[in-house]
């Protein structure tokens, strides 16, 4: 299963908006991780459509996560940056060619689809099995409890913060 850079740019924003204390504009974000301010803000709006982060307009606006670390799962986000669409799409090949099979003898799915099928249940079901807390206790262990709330401070406080420096 291939996903788009966007979602890694929008897993690591909903992580950090963990511990912001206030809007944090896209613009900030994107300094955050070096990543084009327009890209980043796509993959925001692409969010905010799904209901995961809420946009907050004026000059102290910008992003603060609509539901509890604990309610987002990583296949929320994936979902919303990525669409819905299944990665494997059955497009009948069976009933093509010199030993095509008869559209009334296709009753169940083909080995193949069932298969690819299953795969693409069980990547969802992974991916619905984590969530964005699980993402920020695992950043906790590995980059220590300071880590997050370092960033959280910078987002708000450090140079160019609300235009500044």
């Not at 301010?37 to 907050?56: C, F, H, T």
């Not at 669409?85 to 193949?112: D, L, M, S, W, Y």
């Amino acid at each position: 299963m291939k996903m788009s850079g966007g979602v890694e740019w929008a897993l690591h924003c909903c992580v950090v908006l963990t511990v912001a204390d206030e809007p944090v504009p896209a613009a900030r974000l994107a300094e955050l991780h070096d990543v084009s301010p327009s890209y980043l803000a796509k993959q925001m709006q692409a969010l905010a459509r799904a209901g995961l982060v809420r946009s907050i307009q004026g000059k102290t606006g910008g992003y603060v996560l609509m539901k509890s670390a604990h309610d987002i799962t990583l296949l929320d986000v994936v979902q919303a940056v990525d669409g819905t669409t299944p990665a494997f799409v059955c497009t009948e090949i069976r009933q093509r060619g010199p030993f095509a099979t008869p559209p009334e003898q296709c009753t169940k799915q083909c080995p193949i689809a069932r298969a690819m099928g299953a795969a693409d249940a069980a990547w969802r079901a992974s991916l619905a099995a984590v969530t964005v807390a699980d993402l920020v206790t695992s950043v906790e262990g590995d980059s220590g409890p300071e880590a997050l709330p370092r960033i959280g401070s910078w987002l708000t406080d450090g140079p160019g913060a609300r235009g500044e420096g």
